[in-house]
T-cell receptor
């Protein structure tokens, strides 16, 4: 049963510290998404990759957030420096886009619950 | 721009009764529509999607959804609710012409099924 995995599942840190969240997409998937979930804002897209290339990071605060895909099996989301308002659950999702087709379904990981004190 | 509205924060239904969770959308072209479910402390799980074809889409766990283009709705339904269906349900849309593959999610509806 293929799944998206995320580490860590929980992270508590102090304001100003660097936070790195990792995601392993489903093997063979070529799209990766990072979402943030908060009570106030709901689910928001932060970044989107296709074939490891960033295609949309318009939802991500550029001054402190960065997202990368070092290889096809690893996506990272980094916050530096972290702030209390970054406290949220961060979800990674992956999908498979075939040439000429647009019906990819996104499969979500379990999320990383981040608390910034 | 694409948007989704889930007008009910919570839906309460008795076990065995039919349930409906409402969703309306707004897109500039034709939509791809999705339903996801989230259990406590878990990620979102895919339930079903509408791409094209029959307006009634069947998905996991006995759920189905009806696409209504004239009313721009995509309500989630189940003929007989189970206590284990209690969870948070999200409707999502993607606007085909824009090519933006990211989904826009609704605010979520909490379904509570009473025994």
């Amino acid at each position: 049963d293929a799944r998206v995995t995320q580490t860590p599942r929980h992270k508590v840190t102090e304001m100003g510290q660097e936070v790195t969240m990792r995601c392993q997409p489903i093997l063979g998937h070529n799209t990766v998404f990072w979402y943030r979930q908060t009570m106030m804002q709901g689910l928001e897209l932060l970044a989107y990759f296709r074939n490891r290339a960033p295609l949309d990071d318009s939802g991500m605060p550029k001054d402190r957030f960065s997202a990368e895909m070092p290889d096809a099996t690893l996506a990272t989301l980094k916050i530096q420096p972290s702030e209390p308002r970054d406290s949220a659950v961060y979800f990674c999702a992956s999908g498979l886009v075939l040439a000429g087709e647009g019906t990819d379904t996104q499969y979500f990981g379990p999320g990383t619950r981040l608390t910034v004190l | 721009a694409q948007s989704v509205a889930q007008p009910e924060d919570q839906v309460n239904v008795a076990e065995g009764n039919p349930l409906t969770v409402k969703c309306t959308y707004s897109v500039s072209g034709n939509p791809y529509l999705f339903w996801y479910v989230q259990y406590p402390n878990r990620g979102l799980q895919f339930l079903l999607k509408y791409i094209t074809g029959d307006n009634l889409v069947k998905g996991s766990y006995g759920f189905e959804a009806e696409f209504n283009k004239s009313q721009t709705s995509f309500h989630l339904k189940k003929p007989s609710a189970l206590v284990s269906d209690s969870a948070l349900y999200f409707c999502a849309v993607r606007d085909i012409p824009t090519g933006r593959r990211a989904l826009t999610f609704g605010s979520g509806t909490r379904l509570q099924v009473q025994p």
